[in-house]
Structure formats: structure tokens, C-alpha cells
């Protein structure tokens, strides 16, 4: 464990904005105190709408964009630490937390940033990881696939007919889809489906034009498919 060294930074976009592909030499918390968050890495693409936080481990290549206008508040962390994950991971922001994130991203003397580091870091260790993450495929027949489906998860080809679009068998589309994103074409459709659920809800939409706008035949089902991902319903997650 080395000695650990904090920086910061606030800045709001625009909607649309993309920040292009780069990388960091030092850990990120990446947090939006408004605005939606869809952030890209070689494998996977996260949603991270208000409540939550991403975390991006240094040296990651990534990018942003943002869904409406975004009130970003960043912490960067050099060194290294038992509580820090190798991997990125989307978590629930408590209070204490994002007070602690934002306070820290709007700049803190070198007294108060001791004692918000001390917090910060018992934060993390006690973080509860939330399923914001679309997983992405290597092969790059595959990921013509996601990504289609990011575009538009509710029409569009049949598993089959996109079998014979890359020149594969069903069977052997099934089989790759599972080994490459560790989810099966349906559960990674549907997962695709509610975070664009959650970027639609997060932007003011109701529940019921937001079932309709993912795909989703009744209020009632697309709220059951919202609690099994979510651990809990569209009306308690932004409460």
C-alpha cells in the first residue's frame, strides 16, 4: 500500500457532449450530481445516472457521453489500496458519500481534504455494487450485434437471423454470445433494455411510456423485469 494522493475535478456538459476515449494515471470516481452518464471501455459500457458512481481503475482507456445536460464531480486517487477494485464498477452513492465527493471535487483545503480522504476510503470499502453494466464482446461479429442493440434494443433481427447476418450458426452464436459477454443473447438484450430504461426514467419519463419505449408489452412486466435487475422498483430508485 502506498502513500495516497487525491485530486479533483467539476465540470458540466452540455447534452450530447462526448469527452473521446483517454485514460488517467491515477484511479477515478466518476459521479454526476445531475445528468446521465453512458461510459465506454473496451468491455463493457456502464449507465451511471444520479445516485450512483462509476469506478475506473488508472491507465483505462475510456469515454463519456452524456445523456442530458451532466454536473460531473471527479475524484482521482494515485497510489494504491486494499479497498480498491481492479476492475471498473458501478456503485450506489450514499449521502455521505456523494457530500464527500462533491465537497472534495469543489475543492478542499489540505485539513479537510485528510479528513474527507479518511471517509472517502471507508466509503469505498463498504460500497454496494449496483448492475449498471452492459458487458462487451472481443469478437468483433459480436459487437456489430451489441451494438445494434444498444441503438435499439426492442426490434431488429431474431437471434437467427442475426446467426446468418455473421455467417454462424445458431447454435454457435449461442454458445460464443455466452463465452464472450458471460450472458446469454436474451439475458443481454434485456439488460440493454433496462438501462435504457433507467436513462429514460432518470430524464423525467414515466413508467408507462418508458415500458412501451423499451419494449415491453405492459407497465407491470417492465417493472418486475426492473426489480429483478435492479433489486428494487422504478418508483423507490429515484426516492
Not at 469506478?55 to 463519456?64: G, L, Q, S, T, Y
Not at 464531480?73 to 449521502?95: M, N, Q
Amino acid at each position: 500500500m502506498t502513500k495516497l494522493c487525491f485530486d479533483w475535478l467539476a465540470e458540466d456538459y452540455a447534452n450530447a457532449f462526448l469527452i473521446e476515449p483517454h485514460q488517467h494515471d491515477a484511479h477515478q470516481i466518476v459521479h454526476a450530481v445531475s445528468g446521465i452518464m453512458r461510459v465506454s471501455t473496451d468491455d463493457g459500457v456502464w449507465i451511471v445516472p444520479p445516485g450512483r458512481a462509476l469506478w475506473m481503475p488508472e491507465a483505462r482507456v475510456h469515454a463519456i457521453k452524456c445523456i442530458g445536460p451532466v454536473e460531473m464531480r471527479t475524484v482521482y486517487i494515485h497510489g494504491t489500496h486494499a479497498a480498491f477494485p481492479d476492475r471498473c464498477a458501478a456503485w450506489s452513492v450514499t449521502p455521505l458519500m456523494r457530500e464527500i465527493i462533491v465537497r472534495m471535487s469543489n475543492g478542499a483545503g489540505s485539513g479537510m481534504l485528510e479528513h474527507l480522504s479518511a471517509l472517502l476510503l471507508d466509503e469505498i470499502d463498504a460500497r454496494d455494487v449496483t448492475r449498471l453494466r452492459l458487458p462487451q464482446p472481443k469478437d468483433q461479429r459480436l459487437a456489430r450485434i451489441c451494438d445494434a442493440l444498444i441503438a435499439d434494443s426492442t426490434r431488429g433481427p431474431t437471434l437467427g437471423e442475426w446467426a446468418k447476418r455473421i455467417g454462424m450458426s445458431e447454435r454457435s452464436l449461442i454458445a460464443h454470445f455466452k463465452a464472450e459477454t458471460g450472458l446469454t443473447f436474451r439475458e443481454w438484450r434485456r439488460q440493454a433494455r433496462m438501462l435504457r430504461g433507467l436513462e429514460l426514467l432518470s430524464q423525467g419519463l414515466d413508467v408507462t411510456s418508458t415500458a412501451f419505449e423499451v419494449g415491453y408489452a405492459s407497465t407491470s412486466a417492465f417493472v418486475e423485469a426492473f426489480r429483478l435487475t435492479f433489486g428494487t422498483t422504478p418508483s423507490r430508485h429515484f426516492t
